[in-house]
């Protein structure tokens, strides 16, 4: 359905959100040797900040008077010399690994370092008074694991460590610094915990927490861990969310049926309160009553007593994208610590540290930048990351982001979609949009973005003709190049050579044809009902509706092998039945081109590429966007957005999926071919076991490239014609109407639809 029209529906939209890295912020007590020195040239404190002082109540009460910036008068710096690994802060103490939280050699030289953000000093927990303590309990060890930090009670450090013999079998410590007498301890787990499959890989320790009365809190893969003041320790498999102290307690996050609750537990891990509006399982740091959150955007501030959150400030207004955050740490009343992944220094490090400062709103000076809004149903780390990135670049333009689908807010994607809608009718639309989660050909229809082809001509940098044909046809679409997408997917059906046949391509009759021709068979055993209408309408509308003149023809041959095909298919798939009946077909999925070996391991090397059934037959694969920027048409800032859209296509951000630039997909495909065969690090799970991904082979990459060269963008099955249908369907195969009697009600509806529409 290329270049057709859509007239109407919303779409209802499925995205998962992970919440990743829920990190904590406690700790514990500590005896042995330290070392202390002065840094060079940073003796001196700063008393004042462009933003005063204020009191916490006061900020809370008025925060729409205050902002937050980046702190750019050195208050809080951090010395040059200080290579920041892993890090966290306890009080105005930065605490941190120079080896990072990694495997150590016994015997290595190495520290944990503690610097006051403060005094301007730095102590140095050196390893060797570390082995002192392991080798009186242990007599001798041969490597040193790190694994996390947190706060004591008493403000000091707590530090989680295992080592292991030559054998790699494990002993867990928790070790106690204590800041104001040096004094260093360690306690020996009776369980050790947590259990590391692969010495090699991180470790298997999500959150470290320490309550007030002597009881440590460690959540691994496997639950809860509470450890008793003797080190005796006791597992909770059901405890599974974020793990954290706060307000003299120990409280964890996890999901439930209706949302984020947050639960206040005892020594023996019982529920003792339960706080509900809380707006994820991230949590990263908390003061005066109030919860840090990562939120979508940005931080997010729950309110303990009122059980509801605010946005403080979004995360590309201080450049820093969400994904790579860490924690976030209040240093005093008006400025915040944020411990990020920077995964582009140059210096290798791993870890990278922003100061914000706030001040109030009349002090900060006015950014003369033109501004450009993005809006999108969800943030997206590579949009995040291209937005940071744009606004360091130049100092001409500024780009920030408008996401309608916040679930930290509890919005439905009707009512996101709506709003965004409404938006792009009042006036108050973005200057452009990220088409993930759109309805491009609804927005199409309505004018509603503009044709990117005319600004590829008129750009002396850029040329239309270095991007893959088939993805600049699938997003042109009644002529109008809707947009570009930075990275792809490609999502299709493989089909048994025997049952379908070994060409690509088909129609809906030919599928009916096939399970007609093979008894007992399915088109597939994942395929409910309603699913299976979106899937065969996504290429095959045009058999049905003809949407430019505004009619329907439901009387057909076609849609009555349609209901053949519906009518073999479950309500609800049940999966503990998958495998009782032959599949005709099995859904693929391919980021890259090694995507496509788990399919030939699973299911042998005489399956073949079948496609989507459309209207005519053709082979037809469906291109999944990950990120696709288009132009607003009524935006007044037209041409910023154009230089946005262009930086992001030629910024290498992407990850392993399939890139729109004909020269980036080469270079993918020689990667390849360099290597073609040889196993890779990274494997894959299927019913016959665990397997190595493989450098792809020349035949591999040839069916990937061709299916490339074949995708096409999905018409969006218009949600109310997919209920008419359901509806009446539902009664023929209940036996309340008969087959024609349904067909004729659904022609009736359908039509009296579109002519509403009209």
Same mark, same amino acid.
């Given at each position: ?382 949009? *995040? ?341 359901? *509806? ?31």
């Amino acid at each position: 359905m290329k270049g057709c029209k859509k007239t109407s529906g919303i779409l209802r939209y499925i995205a998962a959100w992970l919440c990743l890295f829920a990190f904590t912020l406690t700790g514990c007590n500590a005896k042995e040797s330290v070392n202390e020195t002065t840094t060079d040239g940073q003796t001196e404190i700063n008393e004042t900040s462009s933003g005063d002082t204020i009191e916490d109540s006061t900020y809370w009460e008025n925060a729409d008077l205050y902002t937050w910036k980046p702190e750019t008068e050195g208050k809080w710096g951090l010395p040059e010399d200080i290579d920041v690994d892993d890090a966290v802060f306890i009080g105005d103490r930065l605490c941190y690994s120079e080896k990072g939280f990694a495997k150590l050699d016994a015997g290595e030289s190495g520290a944990i370092l503690v610097y006051s953000l403060l005094d301007k000093k730095s102590v140095e927990l050196e390893f060797s008074a570390i082995e002192k303590l392991i080798n009186d309990e242990l007599g001798s060890y041969s490597y040193l694991y790190i694994d996390k930090f947190c706060e004591a009670p008493n403000g000091g450090l707590c530090v989680l460590a295992e080592v292991s013999d030559v054998n790699n079998n494990y002993t867990s410590f928790i070790l106690t610094y204590n800041f104001e007498n040096a004094e260093l301890e360690a306690m020996r787990l009776s369980t050790d915990m947590p259990e590391r499959n692969n010495p090699m890989q991180p470790s298997p320790a999500q959150e470290f927490a320490a309550a007030p009365d002597g009881h440590y809190y460690v959540r691994d893969y496997n639950g809860l861990n509470i450890v008793d003041t003797d080190g005796s320790v006791t597992q909770l498999s059901e405890v599974n969310g974020c793990v954290f102290s706060y307000d003299s307690s120990i409280w964890y996050v996890t999901y439930y049926v209706d949302g984020y609750g947050l639960f206040r537990i005892d020594e023996k891990g019982s529920v003792t309160e339960r706080k509900s509006g809380f707006p994820s399982g991230d949590v990263l740091g908390s003061v005066d009553g109030r919860i840090f959150v990562r939120g979508m955007d940005g931080i997010l501030v729950y309110d303990v007593e009122k059980e509801t959150a605010d946005t403080l400030f979004m995360w590309t207004d201080i450049d820093i994208v969400s994904n790579d955050v860490v924690q976030v740490y209040l240093v005093d009343n008006s400025c915040m610590a944020i411990i990020y992944n920077d995964r582009n220094d140059e210096t290798g490090r791993t870890c990278g540290i922003e100061f914000v400062e706030r001040v109030s709103k009349e002090s900060v000076t006015a950014d003369n930048r033109e501004e450009i809004v993005i809006g999108c149903m969800y943030t997206s780390g590579l949009l *995040e990351r291209n937005v940071v990135e744009f606004n360091k670049s130049q100092q001409k333009y500024h780009v920030s982001i408008r996401t309608y689908n916040d679930r930290s807010n509890e919005v439905t994607t009707d009512e996101a979609i709506t709003k965004l809608y409404l938006d792009l009718a009042s006036g108050n639309a973005p200057d452009m949009l990220n088409l993930q989660y759109l309805d491009i050909y609804n927005l199409v229809d309505k004018n509603a973005i503009e044709d990117l082809r005319p600004y590829f001509d008129g750009d002396t940098e850029t040329d239309i003709q270095d991007y893959v044909d088939s993805v600049v046809e699938a997003f042109t679409i009644d002529g109008v190049l809707t947009a570009v997408p930075l990275e792809y997917y490609i999502y299709s059906y493989f089909g048994n050579a025997d049952m379908v046949g070994r060409s690509a391509g088909w129609t809906i009759e030919d599928v009916d044809a096939c399970l007609i021709n093979n008894p007992g068979s399915v088109v597939s055993s994942y395929w409910s009902k309603e699913y299976a209408l979106g899937r065969i309408l996504a290429y095959s509308v045009d058999a049905f509706i003809d949407s430019d003149n505004g009619i329907c023809d439901f009387t057909t041959d076609t849609f009555d092998a349609l209901l053949d095909i519906i009518g073999q298919l479950p309500d609800e798939v049940n999966y503990s039945m998958i495998g009782e009946n032959t599949s005709l077909i099995t859904d693929i999925s391919l980021q890259n081109f090694e995507s496509i070996q788990q399919y030939y391991v699973q299911y042998g090397d005489d399956i073949v590429v079948k496609g989507y059934p459309t209207a005519d037959g053709r082979e037809c694969h469906n291109i999944g966007i990950k990120d696709a920027y288009s132009i607003v048409s009524t935006s007044k800032c037209k041409d910023a957005a154009w230089e946005f859209i262009k930086f992001s296509l030629e910024n290498d951000n992407s990850d392993s999926s399939f890139s729109p630039n004909k020269n980036k997909l080469q270079e993918m495909v020689d990667a390849e071919l360099s290597h073609a065969g040889e196993e890779k690090l990274s494997t894959f799970f299927t019913e016959q076991g665990q397997f190595n991904y493989h450098y792809a082979t020349q035949e591999e990459i040839d069916t990937v490239m061709h299916m490339i060269e074949n995708v096409e963008l999905s018409v969006p099955a218009d949600s109310e014609i997919i209920t008419i249908i359901e *509806e009446e369907i539902e009664s023929y195969f209940a036996g309340s109407k008969t087959k024609d009697a349904a067909v004729a009600i659904i022609q009736d509806r359908v039509q009296l639809y579109l002519d509403e529409l009209e």
